[in-house]
């Protein structure tokens, strides 16, 4: 049961939660009936039996015809799962127990990019969920219907909802809470719960915008380390 009184007390959250169902949609609006099967459904599922025989420990399932499209360089761990449409480019590694699920939207996962164990990507009607290139996501974060910009951190736990833009070289604290629709500038530190934007970062404490220009796949140690450098400079907060 929703507090109204407490909602009351707190307009940022009213004003937010306005946001969300303004961008949600239900019935047939969401997920239109259907008469039948695709009238491609065979050529669907080709490919998505190539897919499993390429991913045998994976879920990977078609929404529709949308079958998943998944680069040569690929990673995806046992459990993980895909559905729908969703591209994965060349050396983006998706780990144990991730969810990308597109039905009514679609989900770009760019080049480099990482997903960690228990990350769950699902979109909007009105949203698609796009990850740049040389993106981290740690472990058991949510990302619905948002944009992730180039050589972002987005930290354990974070839930980053429906319209919302992180810009390029952004941190995203672990916990936190990026409500709807919130623009965030490039080389911006985000933290909290709702998030808020904490101060712009200097570029060269970004550690992502430098360590992944490296040969193919990238230096996840390097990342790492660079990581712990630049977070140990500044005011001690957790990523």
């Keep these: 049961m929703i507090n109204v009184r407490a909602l009351a007390r707190c307009p940022f959250s009213l004003s937010r939660a306005r946001g969300l169902a303004i961008r949600t949609a239900v019935g047939e609006e969401s997920c239109p009936r259907v008469e039948g099967p695709p009238a491609d459904l065979h050529a669907a599922e080709r490919r998505l039996a190539e ?13 529709l015809s949308a079958v998943p499209t998944v680069s040569s360089s690929v990673l995806v761990c046992a459990g993980a799962a895909l559905v729908g449409d969703v591209t994965l480019g060349e050396g983006a590694s998706v780990w144990f127990g991730c969810v990308l699920r597109a039905d009514i939207n679609r989900i770009v996962v760019g080049k480099n990019s990482n997903l960690q164990d228990g990350t769950v990507l699902h979109l909007g009607d009105l949203d698609a969920t796009i990850i740049g290139e040389d993106v981290v996501v740690g472990h058991r974060a949510v990302l619905h219907g948002c944009t992730i910009e180039d050589a972002c951190l987005i930290g354990m736990n974070a839930t980053v909802l429906d319209g919302c833009t992180i810009g390029k070289g952004s941190i995203v604290g672990a916990g936190a809470v990026v409500p709807a629709g919130l623009q965030v500038p490039p080389n911006s530190l ?6 808020k934007i904490g101060f712009r970062l200097a570029v ?8 992944c220009q490296v040969p193919s796949q990238g230096d996840l140690s390097t990342l790492r380390r660079r990581l712990l450098r630049a977070t140990s400079k500044s005011s001690g907060t957790g990523i």
């Design 190 to 195: 985000v933290l909290g719960l709702p998030a």
């Design 204 to 211: 060269h404490a970004c550690p992502l915008q430098s360590a």
């Design 51 to 63: 897919l499993r025989a390429r991913f045998p420990r994976a879920f990977i399932e078609r929404y």
